[in-house]
């Protein structure tokens, strides 16, 4: 009885043993196939779909977008290559095993159907999108934006998805250390003849729910990251999106100020030509009638210089500059611009790198940024001007988009006024925005230095609190030792004339070109006029002893002067040229019109004087004839 007691027993043993067994392998089964279906579905679908989808619409995205710009820095076979992959990424989205759990995802087919819309609609206008079209390219780049918020809702909602299933995964392996406790608190009741055999089944078991947890773990941790990385890049979206948004607007500005500019220097010219002819003819009596003229048109030059700065396309003359020496050479200037309340400390540090830059723009900035500083410190204070070189191995924060690794000489001005509140230095660099009382600021001054910076290769950097003071850093890029300055001009009172020299005048602007005629022929040069391409052409071609041309850079037609004379060099093998233009952005020479410009031409800014004109034209024949 005993012995068939004890066979009872190991069948009780082995029974529960295979139940414990069973159960926990039923368990267990369930969990790897629950974590299966979790990976295969939930974070496949987020990394391998969605991302990538979101990736492929932003590709597309920012193509349209480049396409909005008048020089699109990708090509039209780019643009349609980021569409077909984009269109291929609808049909795959919901094939195969991974694609089969997408559609689960709240939002997805409503997102997709959207998407396939919205590809079989723009297929032929991004197909026929030409450069330039710029409305077409805007309006298209808007269709694929909409679709963005709801693909990054569909992330977020397989995250949440997953989440959910993670914890439920968890759930079920705390049932089955409870369960396998229970199984063990039996036996154990049962007898110790087993106790061997149930104590390494259970050492297994726990084995394999660390393990199970350990990969619950794991997806946690790689679901937080996810998370974090999708945060991070919203919130970079957002930050490029503000740039975006600010570039635009200078860019808007900077197009209308140079129109703007274009036309005033037109009007500038002719009034300041004829007011120097009449003063040519006039008695001293009624010449202080013309003087007032003159110092308007000056004043009104200064002033588009001033609305070009800001706009970056302002005409720059770089050459090697000691900033030390210049600084010095202002002290007497700034000290009577700053008043006797405020205590000027200059600091320079030693074997100072030359900068290379506009002497006169930066005396402009440096006045500017002082007299800024006195208006922060209206009881008087200290102004700090430090000079000093520094190098950047790679671009500081916020700044890869504006300035490029290497050498640069910095020039610092301090103050301890009333410094900025956050907002307000969010603004300072914006054209027209000032703090100060109506009629009493342009503001313009920050905005001038801002964009003189940019268009000499350096940038500029803005630290303010509020109670402690400004710091403003303007850095200009290192120029090369010993490289000679621009060479110093005659006095404006020496006029030279010429000695009855043909020379030819292309401009469109009738008014322009009859001023250039009047002062070319007061300085007793012989005149050939041509309003357009044509008329010059017949004159090149029935005249040979043409001796100089005078030609606006932007003509009618869509050419420019230096794109014309370039085609139609075998007329002009032996003719200097001297270019003209109230556009300094069209005119001066840069990476952008590098095609039609070379470094050789020779540019005259409208408006120009008649001292001015004389003696480039003097300059330009008598090296012609050396």
């Known amino acids: 009885m005993t012995f068939r007691n004890i066979k009872y027993l190991y069948a009780a ?24 279906r979790l990976e295969s579905g939930s974070r496949d679908t987020l990394i391998g779909i969605a991302s990538q989808t979101n990736y492929e619409l932003h590709q597309l995205i920012d193509a349209l977008d480049q396409y909005t710009e008048t020089a699109p820095r990708i090509t039209k076979k780019q643009l349609i290559t980021r569409f077909d992959i984009l269109w291929s990424r609808e049909k795959t989205n919901s094939s195969g095993k991974v694609g089969a759990h997408f559609p689960d995802i709240k939002g997805v087919p409503a997102f997709q159907k959207i998407l396939k819309t919205t590809l079989r609609q723009t297929e032929d206008k991004i197909v026929n999108l030409k450069v330039g079209d710029i409305q077409q390219a805007a309006l298209l780049r808007d269709l694929y934006q909409v679709m ?3 693909l990054q809702g569909i992330t977020i909602e ?29 036996m154990l009741i049962t007898g110790f003849v087993v106790a061997a055999i149930l104590w390494n089944e259970r050492r297994t078991l726990n084995n394999l729910t660390r393990h199970l947890e350990e990969r619950v773990d794991e997806r946690t941790h790689d679901l937080r990251k996810t998370n974090q990385a999708l945060k991070a890049e919203v919130q970079e979206r957002r930050t490029l999106e503000a740039k975006l948004v600010q570039s635009q607007k200078m860019e808007i500005v900077g197009q209308l100020t140079g129109g703007i500019a274009h036309d005033f220097n037109n009007l500038l010219a002719i009034i300041q030509g004829n007011a120097e002819l009449l003063d040519s003819f006039l008695g001293d ?10 110092k308007s048109t000056q004043r009104g030059s200064d002033l588009t210089q001033r609305l070009l700065a800001f706009s970056r396309k302002q005409p720059l003359h770089p050459q090697t500059l000691d900033l030390a020496e210049l600084v010095a050479n202002m002290s007497e200037l700034l000290d009577r611009s700053l008043g006797e309340t405020v205590r000027i400390h200059v600091t320079a540090e030693e074997n100072l790198w030359p900068a290379l830059a506009d002497a006169g723009q930066v005396e402009n900035a440096l006045l500017n940024l002082a007299v800024n500083a006195r208006h922060a410190m209206p009881q008087g204070g200290n102004l700090s001007i430090k000079i000093g070189n520094v190098t950047f191995g790679m671009p500081p924060a916020g700044l890869q988009d504006e300035m490029s690794p290497g050498d640069y000489i910095y020039l610092s001005i301090s103050d301890n006024g009333e410094g900025m509140s956050e907002e307000v230095r969010e603004r300072a660099f914006e054209p027209f925005f000032t703090t100060k009382d109506t009629g009493k600021g342009s503001g313009l001054g920050l905005s001038m230095v801002y964009g003189f910076a940019q268009q000499s290769g350096g940038f500029v950097e803005l630290h303010s609190e509020l109670g402690i003071g400004t710091t403003v850093r303007l850095f200009l890029p290192r120029g090369i030792e010993n490289r000679p300055g621009v060479p110093v001009t005659c006095s404006a009172s020496d006029i030279p004339k010429g000695q009855g020299e043909n020379i030819l005048i292309l401009e469109d602007d009738p008014e ?17 006029t041509a309003n357009n391409i044509e008329t010059a052409r017949e004159v090149l071609v029935s005249r040979q002893n043409i001796d100089l041309v005078l030609s606006d850079v932007i003509l009618p037609g869509g050419t420019s002067g230096p794109d014309f004379f370039k085609k139609n060099s075998s007329l002009i093998s032996n003719i200097d040229i001297i270019y003209m233009s109230g556009y300094p952005a069209e005119a001066t020479p840069s990476p952008g019109n590098s095609e039609f410009w070379d470094a050789n031409d020779i540019l005259l800014s409208k408006p120009f004087r008649r001292g001015e004109l004389a003696r480039l034209v003097k300059q330009v024949l008598s090296s012609k004839r050396q």
């Open 158 to 186: 397989a995250i949440q998805q997953a989440t959910s299933k993670t914890s439920y995964l968890h759930k079920r392996l705390q049932n089955v250390s409870f369960w396998i406790s229970i199984l063990l608190a039996s």
């Open 285 to 294: 009596k009624d010449r202080r009638l013309i003087r007032p003229i003159l």
């Open 13 to 36: 043993l082995t029974i529960a043993t295979l139940t414990m067994a069973a159960t926990a392998g039923w368990l267990i089964s369930g969990i790897v196939q629950e974590s299966a």
């Open 512 to 528: 322009v070109l009859q001023l250039a005629e009047k002062l070319l022929q007061s300085l007793n040069y012989m005149v050939i």
């Open 148 to 150: 963005t918020p709801m």
